[in-house]
């Protein structure tokens, strides 16, 4: 955990009384005025909800950024292993699918399905936008070689005029350097 300040209620806990206040806040999640209640019932600690409150939001950010160094280094070695991202994808949302499956069929607290269920729908959107950007990608490289198909019976042309106004240029040069009577 981050520094508390000198004069925080919570920093004169023990070791062992500071790992059970971070169970209760965010293994069991328990509310900041049912964690300020057992502080007071089991340590005799008087405190404020508010000073929960900062504890908590203290200890988030510091997990957070754990998280985040572990994650980092996940994805690293992840990075290096040639891991086919569209097959990470679809384990990953079957894998969504079946935590949503099971947590329904055990009848799970509705704010964890209806989480689950977001990330399968935002998944579902993603593999749909994905798949709109592909056939709009083809669509482009078909209309590209239409056009190119259209216009090849006009290369010549364009050959055919870019000769004649070199065989021009070299008349010109030609009449400079030997004057205008040329033997043909």
């Known amino acids: 955990m981050n520094k508390l300040r000198a004069d925080s209620t919570w920093n004169g806990l ?3 009384q500071r790992e059970k206040l971070d169970e209760w806040l965010f293994e069991e999640e328990v509310g900041y005025r049912e964690v300020r209640e057992r502080a007071q019932k089991e340590w005799g600690i008087e405190s404020s909800i508010s000073s929960v409150g900062r504890y908590y939001r203290r200890g988030r950010n510091a997990r957070m950024l754990e ?3 572990e994650t980092q280094q996940a994805a690293k070695a992840l990075n290096g292993t040639g891991l086919n991202m569209k097959t990470l994808r679809s384990s990953a949302l079957k894998v969504i699918g079946k935590r949503l499956f099971e947590k329904a069929i055990d009848g799970c607290d509705v704010k964890a399905l209806a989480v689950l269920g977001r990330l399968m729908s935002e998944g579902e ?6 798949a709109r950007l592909a056939l709009a990608r083809e669509r482009f490289e078909f209309s590209a070689a239409e ?7 006009h290369v010549e042309e364009m050959t055919e ?10 008349e010109a040069i030609k ?3 030997f ?3 040329l033997p043909e």
Do not use: C
């Open 125 to 130: 959107k993603r593999e749909i936008q994905r």
């Open 175 to 177: 009449r400079r350097l």
């Open 67 to 69: 998280e985040m160094a």
């Open 179 to 181: 004057g205008t009577n």
């Open 161 to 170: 005029e870019e000769v004649r106004l070199e065989n021009a240029r070299i």
């Open 14 to 16: 023990t070791p062992e």
């Open 147 to 153: 056009a190119a198909l259209a216009e090849l019976p």
